[in-house]
Nanobody, 112 residues
Framework: QVQLVESGGGLVQPGGSLRLSCATS????????MSWYRQAPGKEREHVAT????????TYADSAKGRFTISRDNVNNMMYLQMNSLKPEDTAVYYC?????WGQGTQVTVSS
């Protein structure tokens, strides 16, 4: 059974940092690119960042460039999103994705 489980979300002040984690099981992680998406209230889900199968190629939404870093650990079946200089507009539920599989999401709230 495929599972993707996000963690690490929470409430943070503007300018702060969070590190999201995605724990995976039930599939061969190294076979797939993996991504982070987010969905803010009343908005469509949007792409945040993608890492290639080996992690050597990463792509980011313009909103994430320079502030977020995606990484993966294929040995331990994990993916991460380091988020720095957080802004209120980063508030959303963040989802882990691989192939057609999704996690349940983790809430990130940026507010003073």
């Amino acid at each position: 059974q495929v599972q993707l489980v996000e963690s690490g979300g929470g409430l943070v002040q503007p300018g702060g940092s969070l590190r999201l984690s995605c724990a995976t099981s039930g599939f061969t992680v190294r076979s797939y690119p993996m991504s982070w998406y987010r969905q803010a209230p009343g908005k469509e889900r949007e792409h945040v960042a993608t890492t290639s199968r080996t992690g050597d190629i990463t792509t980011y939404a313009d909103s994430a460039k320079g502030r977020f870093t995606i990484s993966r650990d294929n040995v331990n079946n994990m993916m991460y999103l380091q988020m720095n200089s957080l802004k209120p507009e980063d508030t959303a539920v963040y989802y882990c994705n691989a192939n057609a599989w999704w996690g349940q999401g983790t809430q990130v709230t940026v507010s003073s």
